[in-house]
């Protein structure tokens, strides 16, 4: 019979066996998985692990500083950052197929964190030591499934930070390999991480990138994380978090619309807010939210979002729709 006091000891043992004085990396993507296998073996080994953050730019509002402040503070972790904005904006320039777009992300992703890795192995192997070990924070359902992400990998190709190509030069950690989602939640409040990461909701790999249909641009992105922090900020003030799945927020850039506002005439974006419960993503249904609470969200993002004006609700389940756009 499992506590989450049982899980932490437990855990921490195997690592610190199966690592011994050597020294291990872990990707950090902002997500809760990562943060949990990284926060285990940082309480079992210390000093032995440096973490990597590839900040990609697509990530939501606060949360590349909820990695390099809040996951910090709370573990003392050594962190080695890598501000790839810009390299992940030139790669997608010009680019508005979904496909081709994560494609690119995935391909920039894995060569950033390698481009990090090697840094990292040159200042150990300058201190004369080796990285041995690479830490993923693989979950039971994903060992079970072996492969198939959160199960659409085939409709979509998936791309996330436990699914780095399996490097041959390192020996894997995976310290959440026996856990479920909510588990992995549990060992995570267990070892002091922050609320906003613990009970983090599901976020793509290929982030805002794929929330945006159409080009990504810096001010696409800008204005697409404004609108996603009010529909954020508004769900969690009227106490629903635990009533969504998620609910992306998406930037329809290649639309346009004729409104008003002031005292003149707009030609602007809509944005989709997709609400959805589901119990796996495999399926979903649209969330009933409050009318109200669409309405304060809809006020919000309109007046205080330049270049939008419109908002509307996609009332589709899955299938047919998928929960992202793209
Ligand atoms: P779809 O859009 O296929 O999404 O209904 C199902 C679930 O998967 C998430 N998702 C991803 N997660 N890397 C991930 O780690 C990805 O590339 C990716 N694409 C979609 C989506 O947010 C939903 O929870």
Known sequence: NWTTGNIVEEQVERIRQQIGDSKVICGLSG???????????QRAVGDQLTCVFVDHGLLREGEAEQVERDFVAATGVNLYVANEQERFLN??????????????IGREFIRAFEEAERAIIAQAAAEGEKIKFLVQGTLYPDVVESGGGEGAANIKSHHNVGGLPEDLQFELVEPLRALFKDEVRAVGAQLGLPQEIVGRQPFPGPGLGIRIVGEVTKERLDLLRKADAIARAELTAAGLDNEVWQ??????ADVRSVGVQG?????GHPIVL?????????????SRLPYELLARISNRITNEVDGVNRVVLDVTSKPPGTIEWE
């Open 91 to 104: 790669a997608l320039a010009g680019v508005s197929d979904p496909e081709t777009k994560r494609k690119i």
């Open 263 to 267: 005292d003149g005439r707009t030609y």
């Open 247 to 252: 609910m992306p927020v998406v930037l329809l």
């Open 274 to 286: 997709r609400p959805v419960s589901s119990e796996d993503a495999m399926t979903a249904d649209w």
């Open 31 to 41: 997500g809760v998985d990562s943060a949990v296998a990284a926060a285990l073996v």
